[in-house]
Structure formats: C-alpha cells, structure tokens
C-alpha cells in the first residue's frame, strides 16, 4: 500500500520569508512525487515531480523540491513567499507500476503581508 | 500542456434528480480516467477508475449504482450521480492518464454539485 503523509495543517509565514511544506512518503518500488497546488472552488494545478535523475526538482512559480530517498520525504520549498501563494497544497505519490495516485491530507499555506 | 476540462463547473439540483458531469482531455488520448470526491478542506478521495472501453472499477465503498461512470471514448468519460442526495454535494474532480511519457494525471477543474 502506498501512502503520503503532510504532518502539518498549516502553514503560515510572512511575505519574502523562505516557505516550506512538508511531506513523507510511502510506496513499494521507486516513487512517483508530485506537488500539487489548489485555489478555493478550482480543481488542482500541477507544481512539479520527480521521477528519476536529479533529487532537486524546480518546477512552477519559483517552487522546488528535494527528493530525499533514505528519508522517504519530498519538502516543497520556496526561497521567498508571495501573499499569492497563500492556497493548499497536496503531495501526492503513486508507485512506478501504478496508476494510482495516493494523496496526502493537504496543507493550507497563508503568506501575510 | 495537456488539458483536461470538466462541465458544469457548477451544478445545483433538487434531490432525487440525476446529474451528469463530463470530463474530456483535450489535447490527448486518456485510456483512463480517474474521478475523484473532495468534501471542503480535505484531501481528494478517489471514487473509481474509467477505462475506455471497458467497465469502471470502484473503490471500496463506493456503490457503483449511485455513481454510473460511463467512458465511451478515448477523449470523454462521464460520471452520473443517481437520485441525488444532500450528502452527494461535493466538489467532484476529474483527471485524465496520458498513456505517453510518465503515465502523468492531467487534472480537470472540478465540478460543484450542490443538491437542495
């Protein structure tokens, strides 16, 4: 069974403050990550993944992730936060021979001004 | 990048009555789809998996009466709520496997079901 863990329900930080949302994972073989992120009412907008090679991953709107095999975790980072970032975010993991997509519980990130 | 597009965005109906909502890829070919629940502020619950040409597969306690998903193309896969019910309200979400490259889900933009 696969599963993805987001230990925290919040996140709050201050506008230009470096920005991290965590999570952990669980899967049998290689993992497929993803980063996922969701605005009020709008389905979900992709972020980034990691599927091979390189263990720090960028991807859209200045995010990044670090892949960390011994430690089964994928942290979405960002140097410096916008207000405009402030939305949830969902890791999601899926095993190289499964379709299947296992999400974690989703963290609400609010960046104040 | 690949599309993926749901309609309605958003639906309101009286209980009792049958609601349709399409997810279509619009830019690729999807052998399979994926529907997905989301009640407010949680995580996506997968309902069931569409297959074209082939029957869905279900999730475990979801009643494959309530929730008919039909995928008759390789471009379209609909999910209709039965004799809907307030409990049914939800945000229902869509994605599209693109069979090419990674196996990626490409995600639709959901559709609110409210049922008075």
């Known amino acids: 069974a696969q599963s993805v863990a987001q230990p925290e329900d919040q996140v709050n930080v201050a506008e230009g403050n470096p920005l991290t949302v965590k999570c952990t994972y669980s899967?049998?073989?290689?993992?497929?990550l993803f980063w996922y992120v969701q605005y009020p009412n709008r389905g979900l907008q992709f972020l980034l993944k990691y599927i091979t090679g390189d263990n720090l991953v960028k991807g859209s709107y200045g995010f990044e992730a670090e892949f960390n095999k011994s430690q089964t975790s994928f942290h979405l980072k960002k140097p410096s936060a916008l207000v405009s970032d402030s939305a949830l975010y969902f890791c999601?993991?899926?095993?190289?021979?499964?379709?299947?997509?296992?999400f974690g519980a989703g963290t609400t990130v609010t960046v104040r001004a | 990048g690949a599309v993926v597009s749901q309609h309605p965005s958003r639906v309101i109906c009286k209980s009792g009555t049958s609601v349709k909502i399409e997810c279509r890829s619009l830019?690729?070919?999807?052998?399979?789809m994926f529907w997905y629940r989301q009640f407010p502020k949680q995580s996506l619950m997968l309902m069931a998996t569409?297959?074209?040409?082939?029957?869905?597969?279900?999730e475990q306690g979801v009643e494959k009466d309530k929730f008919l998903i039909n995928h008759a193309s390789l471009t379209l896969s609909t999910l209709t709520v039965t004799s809907a019910h307030p409990e049914d309200s939800s945000f229902y979400i869509c994605?599209?496997?693109?069979?090419?490259?990674?196996?990626?889900?490409?995600f639709g933009p959901g559709t609110r079901l409210t049922v008075l």
């Open positions: 830019d690729f070919q999807a052998t399979t």
């Open positions: 899967v049998s073989g290689n993992p497929y």
């Open positions: 994605s599209a496997r693109d069979a090419g490259g990674y196996n990626e889900q490409f």
């Open positions: 569409s297959n074209e040409g082939s029957k869905a597969t279900y």
């Open positions: 999601a993991v899926r095993g190289s021979n499964d379709y299947k997509l296992s």
